[in-house]
């Protein structure tokens, strides 16, 4: 090529060979096709790509700082692109428009290519081809470690809202995803299922006496005695207030009356420290049903929520079985 033609180029030899889009690639391979680009300086702010108004083109950074913001309903993304990294590639690749908006983020000095000519340069070179590729996978590789990070938060603040973040236990989002699939299982397979509600007695008159702070001591602490006494199988929950439920898979009503009675002596047995420093003692009353044929979750609740305000009625501390709509006491 005569040095009049270099001079015409839009970059130079040294600018080429600094770019990491060309590296490893002959200069004079592509130097003719450089010919039909153009570089031109551009201000911060401007919108250099726009998926609004869509113009396919490469543009390679040679100095400044660009910004890439891609919006969803999701939210929005942005990434920067450095000097010697390019833009606009994925729209000449697919021949589609381009998904985000590019602007400047700094003052910078971009190269121009023409779709047609960036085709042809990559046909006309392997070595600028391989380093596309190299591009675009570490680009994918950086957006799958970032959809992989977001996932785990999604999946963490998900877990956190199905935690009831005084006592620890699960709460009613929780109950209403476990419980119905647990439900469905037993329903299926015809495994026994049983459900506690649990109902700590005179707990209106700790909080009117105590105070809240104490009253939420008394939770926390009941939570923890419930948690104890119940096996990793089961699934105990804060159903609301001062109230628990737990379902047990694979219980009948005869081990289900047991863990009922090792909880409700061990919360009459212990003394709970208060913030106050006193030490007060709560007792607990506790519904029991089985799961029968065809029952939903709504309704095993409800059978066990009748045994317990029997129990409740009938003198508190009480362990209350419901079985065809009568109720067994077993104190």
Excluded at 19 to 24: D, Q, V, Y
Excluded at 42 to 64: A, C, H, T
Aim: charged share 25%; net charge negative; with cysteine.
């Amino acid at each position: 090529m005569e040095r009049a033609d270099l001079e015409i180029l839009p970059i130079s030899r040294k600018e080429f060979q600094e770019l990491k889009i060309f590296r490893n690639v002959s200069f004079e391979s592509l130097a003719g096709y450089l010919l039909g680009c153009k570089t031109i300086d551009v201000e911060p702010g401007e919108v250099i790509i726009d998926p609004e108004n869509p113009k396919r083109r490469l543009i390679i950074l040679l100095s400044g700082l660009l910004e890439v913001y891609v919006t969803s309903n999701g939210g929005e993304f942005s990434n920067n692109i450095m000097p010697g990294h390019c833009v606009g590639e994925m729209s000449i690749f697919d021949n589609l428009k381009p998904s985000a908006i590019v602007k400047v983020k700094e003052k910078s000095r971009i190269l121009i290519i023409p779709p047609d000519i960036s085709l042809a340069m990559i046909n006309a070179s392997h070595d600028l081809c391989l380093n596309f590729l190299h591009l675009l996978s570490q680009r994918i590789r950086n957006n799958n470690q970032i959809v992989c990070e977001e996932l785990y938060h999604i999946r963490c603040i998900e877990e956190r809202s199905k935690v009831d973040s005084l006592t620890g236990l699960h709460n009613r989002r929780w109950l209403e995803e476990m419980y119905t699939r647990e439900m469905q299982r037993s329903n299926a397979g015809d495994f026994s299922l049983s459900a506690f509600m649990l109902d700590i007695d005179l707990f209106k008159t700790v909080n009117d006496t105590y105070g809240h702070l104490s009253g939420d001591q008394v939770l926390v602490e009941i939570a923890q005695e419930i948690q104890a006494y119940t096996r990793p199988s089961d699934m105990p929950v804060r159903y609301g207030g001062e109230e628990f439920s737990v379902f047990l898979p694979g219980t009948t009503t005869e081990n289900a009356k047991i863990i009922a009675e090792r909880i409700r002596k061990a919360i009459e047995r212990k003394s709970i420290l208060l913030p106050n420093g006193e030490s007060i003692q709560v007792t607990i009353s506790i519904g029991i049903a089985e799961r029968v044929t065809d029952d939903t979750v709504e309704s095993l609740i409800e059978r066990a929520d009748k045994a317990l305000y029997h129990a409740k009625n009938n003198g508190r501390n009480k362990v209350c079985l419901n079985v065809d709509e009568d109720y067994m006491l077993l104190m």
